[in-house]
């Protein structure tokens, strides 16, 4: 009798893991339904992360069309890092607030920059001129070669001009939440 309880129990966890994935799911489909993009991207479940104190890394699942390079986004469309890695089994999603984070990015229609990942929740932008004029609100977005709509990453929260320095000092807050990833779209090849 008891044997038989346990695995009710153990049956009735599994079917409410599937409904809360299933949920998950329709919320994410409903989020990107707007984007032109559906032919290309992948779902994929975050299966593992890195252990270390300081990198900010998510495994995936390995996919024979995912590619190192590929742009991972939140269930909402908002870029949360880069695939890194593809090995036999699995691939590396390098986060945005991971410290070797590097990106080119654009703000707003004022020039580019280069985003840099940090261990705060707070990202950095390097090489902003006082010239580009970039002030606190301004997104911070992202069009790669083969994608015909831009990528919004975060919104400015400060831009200093320092002494000691021919550059801004310029933080971005990331609209997508990074600290808890159970899922990633893989946007792969052409748009």
Not at 60 to 82: R, W
């Amino acid at each position: 009798m008891e044997e038989k309880n346990l695995l009710l129990r153990l049956e009735i966890e599994r079917l409410n893991n599937l409904k809360e994935e299933n949920e998950r799911l329709r919320r994410a489909l409903k989020a990107l339904g707007n984007t032109s993009c559906w032919g290309n991207l992948i779902y994929r479940e975050v299966v593992g992360f890195s252990p270390s104190l300081w990198r900010r890394e998510v495994y995936i699942e390995k996919n024979k069309e995912i590619e190192k390079g590929d742009l991972a986004l939140s269930k909402d469309g908002y870029l949360v890092g880069k695939v890194t890695y593809i090995g036999k089994k699995f691939g590396v999603v390098t986060l945005l607030n991971d410290p070797q984070f590097f990106l080119p990015v654009f703000i707003e229609d004022k020039g580019r920059a280069l985003l840099k990942g940090g261990l705060r929740n707070r990202l950095k932008i390097l090489y902003v001129e006082e010239e580009q004029e970039v002030k606190e609100g301004d997104r911070v977005w992202v069009k790669d070669e083969g994608i015909n709509f831009p990528i919004y990453i975060g919104k400015i929260a400060r831009a200093e001009k320092t002494l000691d320095s021919f550059f801004l000092d310029v933080e971005v807050i990331p609209f997508a939440s990074l600290s808890l990833v159970k899922e990633v779209f893989i946007l792969h090849g052409e748009n």
